[in-house]
């Protein structure tokens, strides 16, 4: 596997020599991948609430969309609260699918690595850092 650099340097022969797989899927459903096959999973998921990541999610689940139309629709700020809380709670159901893909596909022992950040959402920190371990620890 080659890497070109935009500098026009190449890199990754020496590191990732031998034969790679490049899979472009949904990490929901990893069909590709065997059962206790993988050593070391490293990914950076979409994260909850964060505006930038809002519409994909809006996009792979049409009970997030749906919520959130209701959600703009609604004057009521308590109710505007709550639905926002349930979208949130969904939008962990869907990560939630993958982190239970990652811990089929990995080997007894190995190792998940998912980077997460600090959520700042209309001045309140939202358990983006908590909530994987929380739902990883049900799989
Ligand atoms: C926080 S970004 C990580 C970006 C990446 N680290 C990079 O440097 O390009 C989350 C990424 O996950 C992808 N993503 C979201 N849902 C996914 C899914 N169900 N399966 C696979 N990838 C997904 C998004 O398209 C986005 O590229």
């Not at 990914?43 to 959130?68: G, V």
């Not at 109710?79 to 969904?90: H, K, N, Q």
């Not at 699918?97 to 022992?109: A, I, M, Q």
Request: proline residues 4%.
């Amino acid at each position: 596997m080659e890497c070109r650099l935009p500098s026009g340097e190449v890199w990754g022969e020496a590191v990732l020599g031998g034969w790679h797989r490049v899979i472009f899927g949904d990490s929901r459903s990893m069909r590709e991948v065997k059962d206790g096959s993988v050593h070391l999973v490293v990914t950076s998921p979409p994260y909850p609430m964060i505006e930038l990541w809002d519409k994909q999610f809006r996009a792979l689940d049409k009970r997030i969309d749906a919520l959130w139309v209701q959600m703009e629709d609604e004057r009521d700020e308590w109710e505007r609260a709550c639905i926002a809380s349930r979208i949130y709670d969904l939008m962990h159901e869907n990560l939630a699918k993958t982190w239970g893909e990652v811990y089929r596909v990995l080997v007894d022992g190995g190792i998940a690595c998912i980077n997460v950040g600090r959520i700042k959402e209309r001045r309140r920190h939202l358990p983006a850092l908590s909530k994987p371990r929380e739902d990883s620890r049900g799989v």
